[in-house]
């Protein structure tokens, strides 16, 4: 080791002077031999020792194309078979390049004889080539051995996937760091199994995966196929999770850098990959075509939901205008760089960026007169429910007030579609929240019901419902990697507590197809899969960390918050909903109401508002919807003085 760093001081990199006359030298003794070898290592007279004098030639020809295919430029300790190719092509273009000035000369001088005889030349050649690639080779080998750290400091690495991604990988893993050995490829290909690629064997995915992981002590296993189905990545990732291993996965090639694959571009598994489902497929063409040539409104467009719609129609379809709704100006900015970057010719040519209250009649008033649109996606919301319990009043203004202004306007402009995002807390709601998006489900049912079978009406209006979305704001998902990032504690409410869960990106894709299907009056459910622990959540996302629970971080219980429930009630209960066309879509069968009703429940709702008196204001909503029962709330002492009514 001490002679690499005499040699290079200031780097572990050969300099290229010393590559170059290495090669010369390599030229040199290459052409000496192949004469020495083509008279048996017997020279007795003039005639043979007369092929040293072309010497120079061969010597200066090579150096040309040398200089030309840059062979010296190459780290040497990161040989490739780019290298070797860019070796074999210069002593092929020299020696043919000999070879036709050797022509020529015995044509101008036919008594001389060739400068180079044909046998020399070959032999030349093939010594040439040979030794140039085995320098190169033997000098990796070397430095690979000489400059290995300790065993006890190197890390097993395992590959998932034996494709060309997967090579690809193994080299930028070695590469970036020489703490780091790929000692296993696992693949579900049974063709792969038992072969060696790049001189690591390639193990059974499906029965040997476990096994091999413990006796070869790997420490991290790099997921490199993205042909792998979600439910059988998940298995894998459990897997790694269960015997204490850090998983990592490899982008798309897409989304490589210039083509080619960073070492910076390998992440840890997000805790989305243990929750994703099987692909959603979608009618894009029907959804494209719906959307096409239309005025658009998203409200809510900076919230997580609005901002993923935004950039799903973005990509899906080319409307005539885009018109995005938030009251958040820092929020409305960063989604403004982020469309500029990322839709630029889209956000330049139909994206317009519009701050506003939902619950400002004029200001809403005079942007549905100015553009009079032909859809409504209606995603601005107070959704915290903790918060909601201790402000009604704010509810109310926005999530029913906010959506009865919206709804009237889209039935005066004669809007197509009006598409209401909902939450799985509206159905037998516990907390204000949820109460508060039930009326305002009931207002645009009723308001549909009333107006769909009146002649020259053509606004349908639609309500979706989905559950928890992983990564909103307000979700557990950042906050409990915040609290990871900080060291803890992690806190949990309940250990009991489940909850369904999806991915931004599926809710606004279901939102999407909802709206496109949609002829009016319907509250579409989606299905959320199973239920999941809370506490098991937050047990992965801290061993995907890398952290232990009990040594690295704690998990604390803080106790249910204000109108949560333990555990969340099924929105696709067989009983309650209509199948549609989408597997993971159904119509909920809910009860409907009187547009007059509950047009004089909302004003006698938001006169409590300016009352300013949460209990009238709760009391009310509880009349409104009867199924509304607060759970671990001040609120609850409104139920039991309303059961004793009845009971007396």
Known sequence: MSLLYLLFPKSNNAPRWLIFCIDIAICIFSYVAAIALRFNFFIEDLYQIRYFYALPLVLGVRIIFI????????????TSVQDAIRVFYTTTFSTLTIGIINFSYAKINPTAGALVPLSILIIDYIGTTLLMN?????????????????????????????????????????QN?????????????????????????????????????????????????????????????????????????????????????????????????????????????????????????????AGSIGSELVRQILNI?????????DKSEAQLFELETELTRSFQRAFNNFTEILIGDITNISRMESIFRSHKPDIVYHAAAYKHVPLMEYNPGEAVRVNVGGTKVLADLALKYNTEKFVMVSTDKAVNPTNVMGASKRIAEMYVQSLSNRYSSEQGNTTKFITTRFGNVLGS????????????????????????????????????????????????????????????????????????????????????????????????????????????????????????????????????????????????????????????ISNNSSYEILDINSLTKQEN
Not at 317 to 325: D, G
Request: hydrophobic share 40%.
């Open 473 to 628: 704001s307000g979700s557990v998902l950042p906050l409990f990697k915040k609290q990871i990032d900080d060291g803890g504690p992690v806190t949990v409410t309940h250990p009991d507590v489940t909850r369904y869960f999806m991915t931004i990106s599926e809710a606004c894709q279901l939102v999407l197809e909802a709206g496109n299907m949609g002829n009016g009056g319907e509250i579409y459910i989606f299905d959320m899969g199973q239920s999941i622990k809370i506490i098991h959540l937050a047990k992965k996302m801290i061993q995907l960390s890398g952290l232990k629970l009990g040594s690295d971080i704690q998990i604390i219980f803080t106790g249910l918050r204000p109108g949560e429930k333990i555990k969340e009630e099924l929105l696709a209960d067989q009983e309650n909903c209509v199948p549609t066309h989408h597997p993971k879509i159904m119509i909920a069968k809910i009860r409907e109401y009187s547009l007059d009703w509950i047009t004089i429940q909302i004003h006698d709702l938001l006169e409590l508002y300016a009352m300013a008196n949460n209990e009238k204001l709760v009391a009310k909503m509880k009349a409104i919807v009867p199924e509304y």
């Open 67 to 78: 200089l030309y295919f840059r062979i010296y430029a190459g780290i040497i300790r990161h």
């Open 177 to 301: 760091s020489q703490n780091i050995e790929v000692v296993a490829f696992f693949d579900d290909d049974l063709n792969k199994h038992k072969q060696y690629v790049d001189g690591v064997f390639i193990y059974n995915g499906k029965t040997e995966l476990e096994e091999i992981i413990r006796k070869l002590n790997i420490n991290e296993l790099i997921i490199s196929t993205h042909r792998l189905p979600k439910l059988r990545k998940q298995e894998v990732i459990e897997t790694c999770l269960s015997l204490d291993i850090k998983v990592r996965t490899v982008p798309p090639s897409v989304r490589w850098i210039n083509g080619e694959l960073s070492f910076n571009q390998i992440k840890s598994v997000k805790i989305e990959d243990l929750i994703e489902r099987d692909e959603i497929v979608l009618d894009k063409g029907a959804i494209a075509r719906q959307l096409f040539d239309k005025t658009i409104i998203v409200t809510g467009a």
């Open 134 to 174: 085995a320098f190169r080779l033997a000098t990796k080998v070397i430095y690979i051995r000489i400059s290995r750290p300790d065993d006890k400091l190197v890390t097993n690495y395992a590959i998932f996937g034996a494709g060309e991604s997967g090579i690809i990988t193994k080299k930028k893993l070695e």
């Open 317 to 325: 379809a080319q409307p005539k205008k885009l018109i995005l709704i």
